[in-house]
Structures are given as structure tokens and as C-alpha cells.
């Protein structure tokens, strides 16, 4: 999932796939990529996984807010 704001800046690329810990990361951290990486069974976007990113996207807006706004 890829999610822009009004001025053009990214937020962090949401993946999904189906291993936690894929073959192809063998020598790599996942959380050294910059993305999040999430894993179910059959790599799709669940309602607990879009719970977890919007509450997770909301605080980010809330801290940015303040800074505009105080």
C-alpha cells in the first residue's frame, strides 16, 4: 500500500506478503528497508492489518497537527 499526502510527501510502503521472514531477505533485515512488512497466510490486506496501519497513520497525523498548529 502506497500512501501520499497534499504535499507530496510518502509515508513508509506497506507490504504484504506471505512469509514473515521470506527467502529472499536471507541476509537482510527487514526493518533496515524502510518499508513495514507485514505477513499473513495469504499475503492479503486484512481488517486487522488496516486497523493497525490507519491507528498507526493517525498518530503520525496528530503529532504533525501539533507541530502546525502550537
Request: hydrophobic share 40%; glycine share 6%; aromatic share 12%.
Amino acid at each position: 500500500m502506497l500512501c501520499v499526502n497534499m504535499e507530496g510527501d510518502f509515508e513508509t510502503l506497506f507490504l504484504i506478503g506471505k512469509a514473515l521472514k521470506p527467502l529472499c531477505f536471507k541476509n537482510i533485515i527487514v526493518n533496515d528497508l524502510g518499508v513495514t512488512w507485514k505477513a499473513n497466510r495469504k499475503a492479503w490486506m486484512t481488517q486487522e492489518l488496516m486497523k493497525e496501519w490507519l491507528s498507526n497513520f493517525d498518530r503520525k497525523m496528530q503529532g504533525k497537527s501539533k507541530k502546525h498548529y502550537s
